[in-house]
């Protein structure tokens, strides 16, 4: 399996410098000879071209033709067609054809066989199976704490490979490329009716004026009922009066603002406003982003999980593909941004103390101390000094409204008013980030909802409790009531770790196959966006323990 995983993986080549191989002579037929001195030229150039067209999988290409003893392998006109036709619809998976060496690969099609031909279609299928299989962008060139496994392929890729190519059967190689998940394939649909939308002009700008409600009327009803029909929230009935907002269109806002992440109460208010204005080009970028965070991270969705949706402001349980249990969350702030990453839940800590941060000391706790002197008193904190030993209040107090320094570590006591709420659920990382309860219930009534300085607030935290602590014998909810109301910290081990994946979605996909929307919370579609745009430069120099061992979904090996 690794050697199939790195001969995909270790055998491109890329560089910065650009130096072309001589060409060798073009042949009626691809003769053997032929091919295999281009491909020894190929894999000791810099960054090899061949036809004008930078050769990406030079060593895989190498390895490929080496083991059908050089022979040909786009011999077969309709097998040349379905690589161009599979190119040509790359942009239904939000990838670019450019990268696939379309206008190349049309043009060589009509071409007598040789060498040259050889080689850069078996590139051009080489990119687009990378593509789609891991991703166009390697994401730690977006975030450097990165640690998703990336997939292992099953079998003998290079045998896959030429026996598809013998049989015809490009289509059928490609499509074991492409996720199946259902997230996936709804992100991909989504982008067809998106991308139809606008090849229909799009839809027009709902006017600013008063909020709209049951019974308004007017051209602006008129408009909004045409924008809703756009998406599919509202189906047209027969002799509708287009400029009333009467009690379909009611229901239809609400199912709007249930997909975009709003309020929904069926008004168009100012924030279901700016949402209907949104340009349907600006969706379709969600799209393909967010169909590139499937491809990476997708294949290898642990069976039982907890997810949290950052951008979704949710956490939930998935098993088997299906939602059991969801919550919603409070997340960073902006400039606190939740990071994404995945570890495992390991313990519970019920009645925790709360050790502050030192950046929330300086930016959040001395400030509100200075507003109110009284405020370490009335919220339940102590302070402790380098050796362990509690420190005054007064003392705390005073140097922090004198400014003169802090060099105490505060510390707030289990209960009611701990940040921290009843209990923490740790699987210990860098960051120092974790799921949590909280007292301050009166937040997660708001729609959006990044409020925290880093950790993922829980509303329904004892339903997460009693579900991670389903496989530990006697633990069922009396028997966590009763640890809590007893006040006294504990830490309770999980007998089976749950996996947990932080991730940032803009958009998804529900159980029903509906496309939703959230806001870009944290602006990170934009760079995404523009390295998805940049040519194609795969990374293949990866640490192998940051390989999976296991096959991923959807593996070209499959048959």
């Known amino acids: 399996m690794r050697a199939a995983l790195l001969a995909l ?44 067209e930078p050769i990406a999988a030079a060593e895989l290409i190498q390895r490929l033709y080496a083991a059908r003893d050089y022979r040909p392998a786009w011999t077969d006109p309709e097998t040349g067609a379905a690589l161009l036709a599979a190119i040509q619809a790359s942009p239904d998976d939000g990838l670019a054809p450019g990268d696939f060496h379309r206008a190349a690969v049309g043009r060589l099609l009509p071409e007598p066989a040789s060498a040259e031909r050889e080689v850069v279609l078996t590139d051009a299928l080489a990119r687009l199976l990378y593509q789609l299989y891991f991703g166009k962008v390697d994401p730690r060139r977006l975030d450097s704490n990165w640690n998703f496994d990336r997939p292992a392929l099953a079998g003998d890729l290079i045998r896959a490979v030429s026996e598809s190519l013998d049989a015809g059967d490009v289509e059928g190689l490609i499509a074991r490329a492409r996720l199946t998940h259902p997230t996936y394939q709804g992100l991909r649909q989504g982008l067809a009716r998106y991308r139809q939308i606008a090849a ?84 379709i970028e969600q799209l393909r982003a967010n169909l590139e965070r499937a491809r990476w991270v997708l294949r290898l969705d642990p069976p039982d999980r907890i997810d949290v949706d950052i951008a979704g402001f949710s956490v939930e349980r998935r098993q088997a593909g299906m939602v059991s249990w969801q919550s919603r969350a409070i997340v960073g702030q902006p400039f606190r941004q939740t990071p994404v990453f995945t570890d495992e ?80 659920f740790m699987f210990p990382n860098q960051f120092a980030v974790y799921l949590h309860d909280t007292p301050s219930r009166e937040l997660f009534g708001r729609p959006a909802r990044p409020f925290s300085s880093g950790c993922i607030r829980v509303e329904d935290s004892m339903g997460l409790a009693e579900l991670l602590l389903a496989g530990n014998p006697g633990w069922d909810r009396a028997r966590i009531e009763a640890v809590i109301a007893g006040g006294e910290t504990r830490r309770v081990y999980l007998e089976q770790p749950m996996p947990v994946r932080l991730l940032y979605r803009t958009a998804d996909v529900d159980e029903d196959g509906q496309v939703n929307f959230r806001d870009d919370i944290y602006d990170r579609d934009g760079p995404l966006l523009a390295a998805l745009d940049q040519p194609f430069r795969p990374t293949f120099q990866l640490r192998p323990e940051r390989l999976s061992e296991r096959a991923a979904e959807g593996s070209v090996l499959q048959q």
């Open 9 to 52: 993986m270790l055998c491109f080549a890329t560089s910065p410098a650009a130096r072309a191989v001589e060409p060798v002579t073009s042949v009626a037929e691809a003769r053997p000879a032929a091919l295999e001195r281009l491909l020894q030229a190929l894999t000791i150039a810099t960054a090899p071209t061949i036809a004008g």
């Open 200 to 283: 229909s002009g799009g839809w027009r700008t709902l006017p600013s004026g008063p909020t709209l409600e049951g019974g308004a009327r007017g051209p602006a009803v008129a408009i909004l009922r045409e924008r809703l029909m756009a998406a599919g929230d509202l189906n047209e009935l027969p002799m509708t009066d287009r400029d009333q907002l009467d009690p379909p269109m009611e229901s239809a806002i609400r199912r709007f603002q249930a997909r975009h992440g709003l309020a929904v109460d069926g008004r168009v208010g100012p924030a279901t406003r700016a949402a209907l204005n949104v340009p349907v080009e600006r969706r």
């Open 345 to 424: 839940i390991q313990y519970i800590d019920f009645n925790p103390t709360w050790t502050v941060p030192r950046s929330i000391l300086v930016k959040d706790i001395i400030p509100r101390i200075r507003s109110n002197p009284e405020y370490l008193y009335q919220q339940g904190f102590y302070a402790l000094d380098s050796g362990g030993q509690r420190v005054p209040l007064e003392l705390a107090t005073r140097a922090a409204l004198e400014g003169s320094g802090f060099p105490w570590t505060l510390v707030q006591r289990p209960g009611p008013l701990n940040a921290l709420g009843r209990m923490k």
